[in-house]
C-alpha cells in the first residue's frame, strides 16, 4: 500500500472578486507533497504561486477545489479548528521575517507553545533545542531589532521547526536578504529536511534557490507548466531548473 | 472623526458653561435690575424680620436732602391654595404699596382691570403670577394671612415691571391699609425705596446720611440684598469653569493622539510627497492645515452642541440657584469667541508635534512605512516631580478658588508628566494578572504596553485625569454630605421645626406648643439681618442674624463647634454683649474667640465679645446672640422658628400633621420632621454635584474615545504582527482577548495611579473647603468610591476595547501579512 501524501492540492481555483475580468490567479491546480520531501514551487511574478502557499497553509481558502493536509480536507473545518491545524500541523517562514518586535528570540520561537498556552516547563526543552539548531544560542534573549537580517530569518525557522509541523512552508524566505546569507537559510532549511525528516514547500523566484528541492513545481498564469524531479549536486539541480525555464518560456 | 469629536465635544463643554454662567449671572442682574429698577436707596429696619420701620423713619427719609421719591411699603407672608398641588398651598408675599408713589417709581402700569382701592380687600397681581395661580380679573383669591382666611378681589394686572424678586417669589399687591389690618401691625411700615436726585452719589449721600433716621434705621444701597447669594453663585460657576477647563484639556488630549494616528495612517503619502519633491516645510504645511480644517469644521459643530448643553444645564443651575426659570439663555459673543479660539488653537498646538514628526522623516522610511513606535523617555518626568510638590503648596496653602483650580491642575499636570517613568514598572506589575485572562497572547499585549510607552502613558494619563477627577469629586461629596449630615444634627436635629414667615401670634405659639401633648422640650428662634462693620468700622458687611433663647436653645439644638461649646455658649449668650460666629465669617475678619467685633445695632454700633466659632453650611449661617440683647439691640419680636423635642415613641408624621391642621388653620406655617430637614439638605447637596458628575460624564466619554483611538491606532501599527499571530494559531477570540487585556491593563495602571492622586486632590479640597468656602469638613475617606472608580474604569476599557478588539480580530490573515 502507498504511502499517501503529506499535503494535496486538489484542483485548486483561485478567483479574486475585485479583478474586473475574473482572472484566476490559480486555474485548477492539482499536486501532491510526500511526507519528508523538500518541494519548490516557483515562478515568475504573478503567476500565483503565493496564492498557492496561502491556500496551502489554510491562510486563505480556495475558490473551488481543495486542499487535503494529511488526508483532511482544509475547506471543511472552522475558522478555530483551521487556526488550531496551523498552530499544530503547519511552519510558515515569510520573506520579511514577520517576527514580534516586543518578544526575545526566545519568547519568538516558542510563542506557538505560548500561544496554545503551554507551560516554559513543557515548551522549554524543544524551544532550547531548536534555537541551537539555527544557531543563535548566543542571542535568545536580545531583541529581533538587536539582531541582523539573516539571524532575524533564523528565528522564524526555528519558530517554524519548534511545533515540528508536519509541513513547513517558506514564503520567498530569501527574498530579502543578501546572497550569502540566503545561501545560508536556505542550507538551514535543506538540513532540517535531512537531518529531522522535515516536509518544506518553498515558493521562490530564484532558480537557485529553487534549485535546493527535490521536487520543482514550475507555475506560470495560475496553472502548473511543468514539474520535474531534481537531481544530482546543488549545480546540476540548478541546470535543469534553467532548462525548464526556458522550455517554459518559449512554449 | 474620532478628532472631530473630540474638539466637538471639548469646545461644546467649554462654550456650553461659559453660556450658562452669563445666563445665570445676566438673568439675575436682569431681575434685581428689574427690582430695583430706578430705586438708589433702601430703607429697611435693624435687626429682626419682623422688626418694623415707624412711619416718622419715611416722613423723616422724605426731608432728606437730595431725595427725589420715597415709596414705602408693607411686607407679610401668606398661602393660598396651589391649582398645580393638591397637597401643599403655595407661598406668596402679599406687600402693601401707596399706588401714588409706587406706580411711577417702578414705572408700573395697569394692563388690565384696575388698580386696587385703599383698605378694601383687593389685590392686584402681575401676569407671571396670574398664570402660575390661574387668576383672571375680577376673580377672587383665597389667602391664609395673620388675620385668618379670607377672600380678596384681583381687581387688575400690572405689568409689565412687576416686582420680580430673586428667589422667584410669588407676590401680590394691595394698599398699605389693607396690609396693615391683615397683619395685624399697626401704623408701621417694614421697609421704602428711595429714589435720589439726578446725579447724586450714592455712596457719598450714605455716607452723609447714616444714623439720621436714628439707630433702628439702616439705610443701604439698593440691590445688596443679594450679598450672601453672590458668593454662592460665582462659587458654582468657578466650579463649572473649572471643570469645563479639564475637559477641554481632556479634549485636547484626544485631539492631540488623534492627530497622531492620522499623521501615522499617511507617513506613506507623506514619503511619497517628500519623493517627489515637496519640502519639510510643505509637508508641515500639509498637515497643519488639515488640522485646522478640522479643527474649524469641529469647532461649528461644538458650538451647537454647546448651546443644547447650556440651555440643558442652565435648568440645573437654575434650579439649583432656586432662581427664575425663565432666565433666557445668553449667547454672548465673547464666549463664541473664547470657544472658536480654544478649539482651533488647540487643534493647532496639537497638530504641531506630529507635523514636524511626518516633515521630518526620510522619504525612503516614510514611504517603507517602517517608522519605529517613539519609546524614548524624555526629560518630562523631571517637570513632573517638580509639578507635584509645587501643586500640593498651590492646594493645600491656596485661600481662593483660583488658587485650588490652579493647584488641582498643576498637580494632575505633575502626575500626567511622571506617567510613562512610572508606567513600565506598574504595567509589568499588573499585566501579571490581567495576561492570564488570555494566555500566552496576554502576556504579548502587556509587553506591547510596557515597551511601547510614550503613546500608551499619554492615552493612560487621560485615563488617569478623568478617574482621578471623578475620584476626587465624589471624594468631596461624601465628606460633604457626611458633615451636612452632622450639621443638620445638631443644628436642625429637632424632632419638628416649625416656621412662619409671620412671627408667630401668640395664638399660633399656642397651638404649636401648649396644644401638642407630645412636647417635651421648644426652643424659639428669630431671624433678622444686621451690618457688621468689620474688619474696620468704615466697613458695611451684610450678615444674617440669629437670635436664640440660651436657656432653651442647647436643651433642644446645638452647634457643630470649630471652637466653643455648648455650656460656654449658653453662659456667654445669657450675658450681654457676646455674640457666636460662623466659622468661615470669622476666619475672613481674622477674629477668634475672645475678640471683639462691632456690629450695628437699632442703638447704633455696639462691640460684641466672641463667645464660639461654629461650623455651618452655605448661606445658613449668621451672626448669633442671646435673646436679651435680641429683645434690647435688634428689635427681636415673636418667634419665626419653634424647634420641638417630642416625648420619647411618638409618632412623629402624626404629630406633624396634627400641628399642621392647628396651626395651618390660623396661618402659613411649614413644619418639617428632623429626616426632612436632613434629606432635603442632602437633596440640596447631590443636586449641587449633579452638574459636576454630568459634566464628568462627559469627559469620561472623551477619556474613553482617547482609548479607543490608542488602541485603534495600535492595532493599525501591528496589522502585520496580528497577521503572524494568526498564521502560526492564534485564534480570533485570542486576538481579540489581545487587545481587550491592554485595554484593561492600562485601565488598571491609571486606576492604581488615579487613587493617590485622586485621594491627594480629594484631601485638598476637603482640607481648603474652610478658608475657601467658608465651612469646615471633616476628611473621611471614599471608600465607596473605590469600586466606582474601578468599575467605571473597567467600563471604560471594555467599551474602548469593543471596536480595534473586532477589527483586530476579522482581519484577513493574507491581507494583514501584505500589509506595510
Known sequence: MPIPPVLSARDLVKTYDSDEAARNALDGVSFDVEDGSFVSIMGPSGSGKSTLLHLLGGLDSPTSGEVLLDGTSLSTLSDDALTLVRRKRIGFVFQFFNLVPVLTVAENVALPAVIAGESPAEYGPRRDEVIELVGLGDHRDKLPAEVSGGQQQRVAVARALFVAPAVLLADEPTGNLDSVTGREILDLLRTAQTERGQTIVLVTHDPAAAAVGDELVQLRDGRISDRLHLKGTHAARTRQVLASLRADASA | MLTSLGIVLGVAILFGVLSTNASVSKGLDDSIRRFTDRVDVVLRPVGAFDAVLPIAAVDSTRRLPGVEEVSPSLYLGASTPDPEKTDEPAYLAVIGVDPAAWMPMFDNEIKAGRMFTSGAGEVIVGPQVARRLKLSVGGRIHLTTPRGNEEFTVTGFVGAREAARAGGELVVFTSIDTARAVSGKGAVFTGASVVLAEGTDIGTWLDAHEGALGPGVQLERSGTGDDGFRPFLATVQASLTFIAAIALFVGAFLIYLTLSMAVIERTRMYGALRALGATRRQVRRVVVSEALVLGAVSTVLGLVLGTAIAWALLQVVTGLLEIDRDVPLAISPGAVMIAVVAGILVTLVSSLVPARRAARLSPVVAMKGDHAADARLGRAWIVGAVALPVGMALGFGGRSIGALALGTFVILLGAVLLVPTILRPLARGLGGITRRATPGVGAVAVMHLVKERSRSAYTLALVMVVLAMVFSIGAGNVAMGRSLDTFADRQFGADLSVGSANSFSPALEKAVLDDTPAVVESTALRFGQTVMQEPSPADERQVNLLILDPA???????????????????????????????????????????????????????????????????????????????????????????????????????????????????????????????????????????????????????????????????????????????????????????VTVEAVTLVLVALALSLPVGSLLSLIFVNTSARVLGFSVDYVYPWVWVPIVAVLGVVIAALAAIGPARRAARLQVVTALAFE
Do not use: C, H
Open chain 2, 552 to 738: 432653651s436653645y442647647f436643651e433642644v439644638l446645638s452647634f457643630v463647634w470649630a471652637d466653643g461649646d455648648d455650656s460656654s455658649a449658653r453662659k456667654a449668650l445669657t450675658a450681654n454683649g457676646a455674640v457666636l460666629l460662623p466659622e468661615g465669617l470669622a476666619r475672613s475678619l481674622d477674629r477668634r474667640v475672645g475678640d471683639r467685633v462691632t456690629i450695628r445695632t437699632a442703638k447704633g454700633p455696639r462691640p460684641f465679645r466672641v463667645a464660639g466659632l461654629y461650623s455651618g453650611f452655605g448661606g445658613q449661617q449668621g451672626v448669633v446672640v442671646g435673646l436679651t440683647d435680641g429683645r434690647e439691640l435688634f428689635n427681636a419680636g415673636p418667634p419665626n422658628l419653634l424647634a420641638l423635642d417630642l416625648v420619647a415613641g411618638a409618632d412623629v408624621e402624626a404629630v406633624k400633621r396634627d400641628v399642621e391642621r392647628r396651626a395651618g388653620a390660623l396661618d402659613k406655617v411649614f413644619v418639617e420632621t428632623a429626616a426632612e430637614g436632613k434629606a432635603e439638605a442632602q437633596a440640596q447637596l447631590n443636586g449641587f454635584f449633579r452638574v459636576f458628575y454630568a459634566i464628568l460624564f462627559v469627559a469620561a466619554v472623551i477619556g474613553m474615545l482617547g482609548l479607543t483611538n490608542t488602541l485603534a491606532m495600535s492595532v493599525l501599527q501591528r496589522y502585520r504582527e496580528i497577521g503572524v499571530l494568526r498564521a502560526i494559531g492564534t485564534q480570533r477570540r485570542q486576538i481579540r482577548g489581545m
